[in-house]
């Protein structure tokens, strides 16, 4: 599994995203190990096909879902 805080140093490190703003960052996974940490470090969802999110049953965690990158930037828009 994707641990958390991955998701969270990288956007106050390398994106200079301070903790409290993290709810103005959206996170794109394809895999469930991937929508539980992004959710567990306290981004927007967006689930994205080609994984394993249908399968292992987090498509209902997910704030939006698409298919492929276009459904994903139609959202984003």
Do not use: K
């Amino acid at each position: 599994m994707l641990h958390p805080w991955l998701y969270t140093e990288t956007a106050r490190n390398g994106l200079g995203i301070p903790c409290e703003d993290r709810r103005h960052v959206v996170g794109i996974e394809n895999s469930g190990a991937g929508i539980v940490s992004i959710l567990l470090a306290g981004f927007a969802l967006m689930g994205i096909g080609g994984g394993n999110i249908i399968e292992s049953g987090t498509h209902s965690l997910c704030q939006h879902y698409a298919e492929g990158f276009p459904g994903i930037l139609s959202m984003l828009i």
